[in-house]
């Protein structure tokens, strides 16, 4: 480099009045002392949520206790293809399927159980699932006295779902409400296997 | 109350007093993290009547919280540091007022009636002298005849708000006393198996012993006007002559900036700073005895207060408020409610600053007090001396000394922008590029002028 592409920066000059500490100590109190007195007023910005009287406000997506959700004649969705217990990065998920006792579907889960306690909470089977049976709802203050409490088996996460409706907290938000396409019945005039042809 | 000694009253005092000395300590933490909250725009402590039995929560806690006793530790040691740290603490306490005492003082100024009436200095002729010794002697053999009774009666006829009453060394009780607080400090951190708790408590014990020397230099004006190391004398002489914050106002100043020191209090936090030390000394102490550094911690900062407020703030003095010769009971609680609304205003400007300045650094800790402090307190102790002795302009020679304080500050003030700066210099020869020699004082490297 030559010596004229060099340039030198200096450090801010401290005066007489930084030296002896005094005048920016005053100005520093005077900062503290009016934080200080808007709290006390009220008027400031009070960052302190008083839990629980003022509950939070969460997203939309929050990634809160399972459901099973139930389609419109209060059949359980779930079609027991295992995908959500393979995407979950904790196998917290076990499912036995069953033949399903309903014409339009080949299975259906006989039992369904998660573990609360090892679950992440990622939301991978949210997403992993084709029929939208899976979903995360925003209830946070999930507590139990015991492990085995914690584990909710289908009843419990269908109960979850009859609640969440209940209080109209959780509405069915995959796909900005609509559900997936492997939810729709099949349309007519499309055979099994998918072919160029019309 | 004429009470004999009884030593059963003697014992519920000091329980008593104890007692509501650690309850204020223990209310004090609450005021702390209340009045930090406040400055971080948040609330403190606020359930069970906004937080007023979150100190007895905290109590219960520690009580029943497990102690810890780390293996290899120096048995005698671990156990007897924050016995120390808390047993000085309490004793520096005993001398400091919180109220007034019954009678008023007499301030010794043997010149009365001469010239120089209001200063109490020694005397300077062989008549002054005789007078003196035998004022000296007079009163030491008054004293000195009175039985054990006589003076019990004397001390239950009198109200004082003082552990310790009439302790004629009252100022240095309270320094060498807390001085001994280091002890503390290092056995902790020696005795804990752990080496960055001694490193702690080294660093701890350097910024505590650096700020003794302008602690006491700068108590020393106040104490050559009064003439009295008394702390009820210099409030006397207060109260007959104005508070001595208005004519020596810098050295409220380096005290103050002291006894943060002393008491290891933001900005001189650095051996007990939770962000670099882990915990420094008390790392390795778990329930009582870290709860009891803290009550030590607290105490001094009472003390400090108190001293603070004594020596420079009038003590119980208020000037249309409180009348210096009313011993009713009005009086004296008046009195008691000046001195502790006083105190409790210093311990929140106490807690304020440590939301205000940022920490320092070690090397700027012990820069500030043996290069700034004390060379500033010799300096304005020099200033009050000369003054004293040849009243330039007669009476009120005293009041110079507030604008000469000033002076000296600024005086300061522009020695440190010539230290920092440096020499200037306009030519210089350079001798390479890409060298990477930085622009720091004192290195010999000479760079050339590129006129930016």
Redesign the interface.
């Known amino acids: 480099m030559k010596a004229d592409e060099i340039t030198w920066v200096k450090p801010p000059k401290f005066g007489v009045m930084d030296h002896i500490y005094l005048p920016a100590i005053l100005s520093g109190l005077a900062t503290t002392l009016t934080h200080m007195g808007q709290t006390l007023l009220g008027t400031g910005e009070n960052t302190t949520q008083q839990f629980p009287e003022q509950r939070p406000k969460l997203a939309d997506n929050y990634r809160g206790v399972h459901r099973l959700n139930r389609d419109e004649e209060g059949r359980v969705k779930c079609v027991a293809c295992y995908m959500c217990s393979t995407a979950c990065p904790a196998h917290c998920i076990d499912i036995v399927a069953a033949p399903s006792p309903w014409p339009d579907r080949e299975k259906y889960p006989e039992v369904f159980v998660i573990d609360e306690l090892r679950c992440i909470y990622c939301g991978m089977c949210e997403q992993a699932c084709p029929v939208d049976a899976i979903e995360l709802t925003t209830l946070y203050d999930l507590v139990g006295l015991s492990r085995e409490e914690m584990i909710f088996n289908k009843e419990k996460l269908l109960s979850v779902f009859d609640q969440t409706v209940a209080m109209g907290t959780d509405p069915i938000r995959t796909n900005k409400g609509r559900l997936g396409v492997a939810s729709e019945p099949a349309q007519s005039g499309i055979t099994d296997s998918s072919s160029m042809q019309s | 109350m004429s009470l004999e000694f009884s030593l059963l009253i003697t014992l519920i005092m000091i329980v008593a007093l104890l007692g509501s000395l650690n309850g204020v300590v223990a209310y004090l933490i609450l005021v702390e993290r209340k009045?930090s909250?406040?400055?971080?725009?948040?609330?403190g402590p606020?359930r069970a009547f906004f937080g007023i039995l979150q100190p007895i929560a905290d109590g219960v806690k520690l009580l029943l919280k497990e102690e810890v006793i780390p293996k290899g530790v120096d048995k005698v040691f671990y156990m007897i540091a924050p016995a120390i740290a808390l047993f000085t603490a309490f004793l520096a306490l005993a001398v400091v007022p919180f109220g007034a005492t019954s009678p008023s003082p007499v301030l010794v100024d043997y010149r009365e009636g001469t010239a120089s009436h209001g200063f109490a200095v020694w005397p300077s002729t062989q008549v002054e002298y005789d007078a003196v010794i035998e004022a000296d002697r007079n009163h030491a053999e008054v004293t000195k005849s009175l039985s054990f009774k006589e003076k019990i009666k004397q001390y239950n006829d009198t109200t004082n708000f003082l552990i310790a009453p009439h302790v004629d060394i009252g100022i240095l009780f309270v320094f060498s006393v807390g001085s001994l607080a280091v002890y503390g400090v290092i056995l902790g951190g020696w005795s804990s198996n752990n080496k960055y708790s001694l490193l702690g408590s080294l660093r701890s014990s350097a910024q505590l012993i650096s700020y003794e020397i302008p602690l006491g230099l700068s108590v020393l004006g106040v104490v050559l006007v009064t003439g009295s190391l008394n702390l009820e004398r210099i409030i006397q002489y207060q109260i007959e002559h104005g508070w001595n914050v208005l004519f020596q106002p810098l050295a409220m100043?380096l005290f103050a900036t002291s006894i943060f020191a002393e008491c290891n209090r933001l900005p001189f936090d650095l051996p007990e700073s939770e962000q670099e030390l882990v915990g420094g000394y008390h790392t390795e102490y778990s329930s009582m005895k870290f709860a009891l550094f803290l009550f030590g911690e607290y105490t001094h900062m009472i003390t400090t207060s108190f001293v603070m407020m004594t020596l420079f703030f009038g003590g119980w003095h208020l000037p249309f408020v409180t009348k210096p010769d009313d011993f009713s009971y009005l009086g004296m609680g008046l009195k008691f409610s000046v001195i502790v609304g006083k105190m409790l205003s210093f311990i929140v400007f106490y807690m304020?600053?440590r939301?205000?300045?940022l920490r320092f650094r070690f090397d700027q800790l012990m820069d500030l007090a043996w290069k700034v402090m004390l060379p500033i307190s010799l300096c304005a102790f020099t200033v009050l001396l000369l003054l004293v002795h040849f009243q330039p302009i007669g009476e009120g020679s005293l009041w110079l000394m507030s604008p000469f304080s000033l002076f000296i500050?600024?005086g300061?003030?522009?020695i440190?922008?010539k230290v920092?700066?440096g020499p200037t210099k306009s030519e210089v020869v350079?001798i390479g590029?890409?060298t990477g020699y930085s622009?720091q004082r004192g290195n010999k490297v000479l760079l050339?002028n590129?006129g930016?």
């Open positions: 009045i909250a406040w400055v971080q725009d948040r609330v606020n100043v304020l600053i939301w205000t300045i500050l600024l300061a003030g522009f440190g922008v920092r700066n350079y590029h890409g622009l050339k590129t930016k």
